[in-house]
């Protein structure tokens, strides 16, 4: 594993980095995300990037496609390639999820080029902060991503 940070405040995420690609042989990245109620995606689509989620704890509300899901412990949710999507936590406390992007290079790039790095260790939400939506935006562009913008 290579030595460099992986924890992060991503839009008031806090995002510890399992594995980065460069770990999985190109293959993955995984993430281990504590989402606040309230916080999560905005809703966005990818194409050549596969992901999906599975739930530890707390309630996460997934849009797929127009399809609303509501998703607890032990849940998992596929996000088809390419297909508009967006999660945001709910109920009464944070939720904990697994977040898998194959191969992850796309994820690997937004994530960490919009957060900002923690200590390595961190189990605390971070201070809640707006976001930087022009930064946040540009580098969606850049890394692939494409943010859906309400009409």
Do not use: W
Request: charged fraction near 15%; charge should be negative.
């Amino acid at each position: 594993m290579s030595d460099r940070p992986r924890t992060f405040n991503v839009l008031n995420i806090l995002m510890k980095f399992h594995a980065f690609p460069g770990d999985s042989m190109n293959k993955f990245c995984l993430v281990e995300a504590l989402v606040p109620v309230g916080a999560g995606a905005p809703p966005n689509h990818h194409a050549g990037e596969t992901e999906a989620f599975y739930v530890l704890d707390g309630q996460i509300g997934f849009m797929v496609e127009g399809e609303e899901i509501l998703a607890g412990p032990g849940d998992y949710v596929a996000i088809p390639d390419g297909a508009v999507h967006a999660f945001q936590a709910v109920g009464d406390g944070p939720a904990r999820i697994l977040i898998l992007n194959a191969p992850g290079h796309m994820h690997e790039t937004f994530f960490t080029g919009i957060g900002t790095e923690l200590l390595d260790g961190q189990t605390t939400l971070p201070e809640p902060a707006a976001p930087d939506i022009p930064m946040v935006m540009a580098k969606a562009q850049e890394s692939g991503m494409t943010m859906v913008v309400p009409a």
